[in-house]
């Protein structure tokens, strides 16, 4: 399989870069041409358009930022892709992004499947990534051994958009667990428990949670995260608050301690 592969920041570069290390013949493109000097000395191509990358790739890997991005390249993928080839939106971004882009494909016998993934460059590192897909069965185990150079567990949830709205749900959580875990840490240190012994208690039981970790002991940590992620966390809560209203369903708990953090982060939603 040939594989095409766009998106090569702090976690679609190492993605891209293990995809090429297991052999597989495989073409890159950037907006910015810095992103592709770390593979100069790897047996990958340079295409000069996305239409030339997908010309090239029976798979097209898309790890962008945004819904925007992946619209920004859509029509040059489709102007160059082969019938039967596979567009894979690893990208975090509103199930009917991935779904207006399946009606395009679809026209050219082109098949669209997403896949947003969770973990980061580390966890690439070590070929533990977590994907999480939806789509065509067919079409996805089609695509597993490329995904499996990086990734494990492959999990997938069912049609065309549930992996989005999987990935959504699990940052909703993600982000209103920082905000209770950070307040419980403040909450500790007011009443005279230390926050880094308070962290390296309840790390031990309970109440433990991936996100009282990533404030790193400290409650303070939630202004370091709010710098580096506050904006991505706001735009998955506000698509998780769309997919919620649009279904004419309450977000309940989960939304408002969610709405409470991105408060605290200084990007309400």
């Given amino acids: 399989m040939h594989v095409g592969f766009i998106g090569l920041g702090s976690q679609g570069g190492p993605m891209a870069r293990r995809i090429v290390e297991a052999g597989y013949p495989t073409t890159l493109w950037a907006r910015r041409p810095a992103s592709l000097v770390p593979f100069a000395d790897t047996a990958a191509k340079m295409?000069?358009?996305p239409a030339e990358l997908a010309a090239?790739?029976?798979?097209?890997?898309?790890?962008?930022?945004?819904d925007a991005d992946v619209e920004e390249v859509a029509d040059g993928?489709?102007?160059?892709?082969?019938?039967?080839s596979v567009i894979a939106v690893h990208s975090t971004v509103h199930p009917k992004t991935c779904q207006e882009l399946a009606k395009k494909a679809a026209a050219q016998d082109v098949s669209v499947i997403d896949a947003p993934v969770s973990?980061?460059?580390?966890?690439?590192?070590?070929?533990?990534?977590?994907?999480?897909?939806?789509?065509d069965p067919d079409v996805v185990e089609r695509c597993r051994p490329v995904?499996?150079?990086?990734?494990?567990?492959?999990?997938?949830?069912?049609?065309?958009?549930?992996?989005q709205t999987t990935k959504l749900l699990n940052n909703l959580l993600f982000t209103a667990n920082l905000g209770?875990?950070?307040?419980?840490?403040?909450?500790?240190?007011?009443?005279?428990?230390l926050p880094d012994r308070l962290t390296e208690v309840i790390s031990r039981g309970s109440g433990n949670s991936f996100a009282l970790n990533a404030l790193g002991g400290d409650a303070g940590g939630l202004d370091r995260l709010a710098e580096l992620a506050g904006a991505l966390l706001q735009k998955d809560v506000r698509l998780i608050a769309d997919l919620a209203d649009t279904a004419?369903?309450?977000?309940?708990?989960?939304l408002d301690a969610a709405d409470a953090t991105l408060a605290l982060m200084a990007h309400p939603r």
Wanted: hydrophobic share 50%; with cysteine.
């Fill in 56 to 66: 090239a790739s029976d798979l097209i890997c898309l790890c962008v930022v945004g």
């Fill in 248 to 254: 004419g369903i309450d977000g309940g708990a989960v």
């Fill in 119 to 135: 973990g980061g460059a580390p966890a690439v590192a070590e070929g533990r990534l977590l994907v999480m897909v939806g789509g």
């Fill in 180 to 193: 209770t875990a950070a307040t419980a840490l403040s909450l500790g240190k007011a009443l005279g428990v």
């Fill in 147 to 163: 995904f499996q150079t990086y990734a494990d567990p492959i999990v997938h949830l069912g049609d065309l958009g549930s992996g």
């Fill in 77 to 84: 993928l489709l102007a160059g892709a082969k019938a039967g």
């Fill in 47 to 49: 295409a000069g358009s």
